[in-house]
């Protein structure tokens, strides 16, 4: 069976891969790609442990044909921290000991990327709705919820103060 | 704690930056040159002779390396638990019979995963229907089919605790009761895993096992066994591993036989697990019909018990079969009952085999006997706080020995209970509870308090060992196995703790056998009291070495040297500058100039500690509900836990556990069951239809401790893996019965789906208020 060539943007990089006609994006990045940062935890969509942020959107990416990916821009939790700086989110997840076992964190991570992109200042019923995609079997989520909050919080105070110094 | 300890302190884990930037490596990430996949073939019948099986079609696909069944294998049956009669001998690929849907038959191997899947999918399998057994309580009828003719019967345990004859009198009422505690998945989020690479360490005929496993010990055994090797031979590796739950505690089959296929093939060949293969190949839990009567006086006072329980321990006996010992250990729960007469049986059925799932034999025993003192309180009219607390065993009376033979070191059931009441306002959400039954409010609301004790640390023995090497980094070597517990963190506490030495000069060593010379694993809520001990234990051994040598090399009284404060290494007390760093010390250590008696030798220690007996860890639950009256949607909307786990070493790590394992119970009571057909066949065998709770279906938590510290180790640690769920399920389990008590309901089986409490609500008398 003929390869398929996929040219799009992966954290940021021009990136192209081959990869076969029927391999889902998740396959593709952790195969083709060595990103294994996303996992497989159902392949059904179910679970989010695959989510990753193509276009500005969550996706499951066990559900998304490979192919698909051609032209866009597909961020996955390894383009989360700007070198050793971690991702706010990430700081947060760590200071708020949010994961235990770690494998879904990060889908979960992506999620909440996804929802403090377009709702910075969530309450706690909409990071809940926000992350409803995503199951966790070791925390419960409580911390999770929490850290999430502290990190918009965070998030929230950094913008203000680099707008007040521009206003400046 | 000492002032200035880092003990009980919430230090962030050392483990999550790997995990949180995609670093870290689990077994599905792995993928050395040259790896093969493997993909199983499992039967679709849930009992069958096996007349043939045709991989020929497979063969012939594209990209296939190669098919073989269990005659090609020729490995021998194993028991997958060591308790386990060889009559219930498990092969790794069925051989001549199947005894349940989803048990593997055929392994196909092919370079891509998606090959070796669709050549699975050709493989031919004739078989001969044989009736399925799906209820435990029919398969230990007379004329039941049998699924192991040679044992004469399908029970493959039995475990009893007899009263004195007469003992189970002096009550004025006996309350009774069948309770079903449902079979449930432990559904880690990783399913299981394996790659094996032939050879291990220079040995080119060993192997190396990476899998997803709680008990990487136990599974280099099986696979050295199985394959005829010395476990020397077999180096097992659990890297990072996605959640376990007692499910990932035993080794399976798979293990076996791609360790076999890696060195037939003499390549790399890994096997994962779909979501769809984990919930019908994973150990499920749980699964009890339990009878109990509590006898007990008009003012409240219990008798006696009689409770008589089956297990469905599934296809294959395996560590769910033993189960029913916890559940005995702890029939009496945290109350004094004078008199207790238990029989639990293990049934064969063909079902997935049952294991080891959070809480493990403890829930079965808690959840049954809160359900039968709520019984009892309401056929009283008594509040189910008050009965509990007349009966409720008192600090005085350990350590305590139940009727059914548990020791129980400590406890203190009455504050945890109190704290608990305190933390939820017990008193005011009663009112409330008052006012919104007065008003008819169509949400009903529920509280359900549950106390319980449980049982950790059995197996009661652990390696550990502690390490100065020679460029000053502490290594501690644990023979437990953490997959999400965080042990690199409390053991560079421990270490940290003693030595005085930071974070970044210490290292954790555990989940390889060639690493770490031998251990037990994560189970049964014992790595911290156990390894931690050992780890504790042993660095206390480096330091008195090490203070003895800095003393002779200072020329200082041995009781004048401590650890220096910035961790560099030894000082004379007050006197910075006359010190040793630890590089230095680990240098004088092995040789020249010691101390009088003192044998060279590296600046280590270790032990297999054994604290000699199991902990039994408390604590009380108050959970509160509300259940629309309409839809029968049953909500968890409070939860307050007070668990006491004796002395807390890291409380962030400790609410990790504790969040967990509430949200585990409060699923089971809730969302979670593992259901079959009439003919064996899994109606969920994916998240679709298998329930996990989500971040909307659990509220945030409220949790606080008591620390009754255990006299059994030095830590005065107990387990805190299991309590939660131990805790979470009968409170919330009693906080929907209580919803549903106006409308004269006294009990339901879990889960509480909305069809089953609508059901209940419609067809329930009208409420006589």
């Known amino acids: ?168 | 704690m000492p002032s200035g300890s880092i003990l009980g302190n919430a230090v962030p884990r050392l483990e999550d930056p790997d995990l949180l930037t995609g670093a870290a490596r689990f077994v599905a990430d792995l993928a050395p040159p040259g790896l093969a996949h493997a993909a199983f073939v499992r039967s679709t019948m849930a009992h069958a002779a096996i007349a043939g099986i045709d991989v020929g079609g497979a063969e012939q696909a594209p990209g296939v390396i190669g098919a073989f069944t269990a005659e090609g294998l020729g490995l021998d049956p194993q028991p997958f638990f060591y308790i386990i009669p060889p009559v219930f001998g498990r092969p790794p690929l069925a051989a001549e019979v199947v005894r349940f849907v989803g048990e593997p038959l055929a392994v196909v191997v092919a370079e891509t995963p998606a090959q070796a899947a669709d050549a699975a999918e050709l493989v031919e399998v004739d078989y001969e229907p044989r009736p399925a057994l799906i209820d435990p309580e029919a398969a230990l009828e007379p004329g039941a089919p049998l699924l192991f003719p040679a044992n004469g019967s399908n029970l493959a345990s039995e475990y009893s605790s007899k009263a004195e004859p007469g003992a189970l009198g002096g009550h004025d009422l006996v309350v009774s009761g069948r309770f079903v505690n449902q079979r449930v998945a432990a559904a880690p989020i990783e399913p299981t895993a394996v790659l094996v690479e032939p050879g291990a360490g220079g040995d080119d005929g060993g192997v190396t096992v990476w899998c997803t496993s709680q008990t990487p010990f136990g599974a280099r055994d099986a696979v050295a066994a199985a394959l005829g090797l010395d476990p020397g031979r077999v180096r097992a590796i659990a890297p990072a591993v996605g959640g376990g739950f007692g499910a990932k505690a035993a080794p399976y089959p798979e293990f076996v036989v791609t360790a076999w296929l890696a060195r037939r093939l003499g390549r790399p060949v890994k096997w994962v697990e779909t979501r769809s293969e984990n919930l019908v190949n994973m150990v499920h839990g749980r699964d009890y019909v339990q009878y109990y009567e509590l006898g007990l006086t008009r003012d409240g006072d219990f008798r006696w018990l009689r409770a008589r329980a089956t297990a469905n321990v599934g296809a294959y006996p395996a560590v769910g079969a033993f189960l029913p010992s916890f559940t005995m250990s702890m029939a009496s729960g945290p109350y004094q009952i004078p008199a207790v007469d238990f029989h639990a049986s293990g049934a064969v059925t063909t079902t997935t085999p049952l294991g080891a799932f959070r809480g493990a034999g403890r829930p079965e025993a808690t959840a049954a006997i809160e359900r039968i003192v709520d019984l009892a309180a309401a056929e009283l009219d008594m509040d189910p706080v008050e009965l509990r607390r007349r009966n409720l065993l008192s600090p005085d009376q350990f350590p305590y020995e139940t009727p059914t033979g548990a020791v129980m070191d400590c406890g203190d059931y009455q504050r945890a209970l109190d704290q608990a009441l305190e933390t939820a306002g017990y008193d005011d959400l009663r009112a409330e509870q008052r006012r919104r039954r007065l008003r008819g409010d169509p949400k009903l609301m529920g509280v359900g308090v549950s106390v319980y004790v449980e049982v950790t640390g059995g197996l009661s023995q652990e390696y550990g060992s502690v390490e100065v090497t020679a460029d000053g980094t502490v290594v501690a070597r644990a023979g437990t196995s953490s997959h999400g517990q965080g042990h690199a963190t409390s053991f560079t506490q421990l270490v940290g703790e003693v030595l005085g030495v930071p974070p970044d000069r210490v290292r954790v060593v555990h989940s390889d056998t060639f690493e770490v010379p031998r251990g037990i694993g994560t189970i049964a809520s014992r790595s911290l009291q156990i390894a931690g001990s050992a780890v504790f234990k042993t660095a206390h051994e480096v330091l008195e070495r090490a203070r003895r040598i800095a003393a002779h090399r200072l020329e200082a009284s041995v009781e004048d040297i401590v650890t220096a404060d910035d961790g560099s290494g030894l000082t004379v007390a007050g006197v910075p500058a006359r010190a040793m760093s630890w590089p230095e010390l680990a240098a004088a250590s092995t040789g020249g100039d010691l101390p009088d008696g003192m044998a060279p030798g590296e600046l280590a220690a270790e032990i297999d500690f054994d604290q000699g007996a199991a902990t039994y860890p408390f604590g009380a639950h108050v959970a509160v509900v509300e259940v629309d009256s309409e839809t029968g949607d049953a909500r968890l909307v409070r939860h307050v836990a007070v668990d006491d786990c004796g002395r807390i070493l890291n409380p962030m790590l400790v609410r990790g556990q504790v969040h967990g394992g509430i949200t585990q119970g409060a699923a089971q009571a809730l969302y979670e069951q593992v259901l079959y057909d009439e003919d064996g066949n899994p109606r969920t065998a994916n998240f679709a239809d298998y329930c996990l709770p989500g971040p909307t279906e659990v509220p945030a938590y409220e949790t606080a401790h008591t620390e009754t510290p255990t006299p059994l180790n030095p830590l005065g640690a107990k387990g805190i893996g299991e309590s939660g769920t131990i805790g979470s399920l009968p409170a919330v389990q009693s906080a929907v019965i209580d919803a549903l008590s106006p409308l004269g309901i006294r009990h339901l089986d879990m889960p509480y789906t909305p069809e089953k409490v609508w059901r209940a609500i419609t067809e329930s008398a009208p409420s006589p208020a």
């Open chain 1, 1 to 168: 069976m003929s390869r398929v060539h996929v040219t799009c943007t992966v954290n940021g990089d021009e990136t192209e891969f081959l990869c076969d006609g029927g391999q889902t994006l998740l396959n593709a990045l952790r195969d083709e790609l060595g990103l294994t940062g996303a996992k497989e935890g159902c392949g059904t969509g179910d679970c989010g442990s695959c989510s990753v942020i193509i276009d500005g959107r969550l996706t499951c990416s066990c559900l998304v044909l490979a192919p698909e990916a051609q032209g866009a821009a597909v961020l996955t939790v390894e383009g989360l921290a700007s070198g050793d700086d971690l991702h706010p989110l990430q700081q947060s997840f760590l200071e708020g000991a949010a994961l235990q076992c770690g494998v879904c964190t990060p889908g979960i991570l992506m999620a909440a990327a996804a929802l403090l992109d377009r709702n910075p200042d969530p309450t706690e019923t909409e990071v809940r709705y926000g992350l409803a995609g995503n199951l966790c079997r070791c925390t419960g989520y409580d911390k999770i919820v929490r850290s999430v909050l502290a990190a918009a919080d965070s998030q929230r105070t950094t913008s203000q103060r680099t707008n007040t110094e521009e206003t400046a």
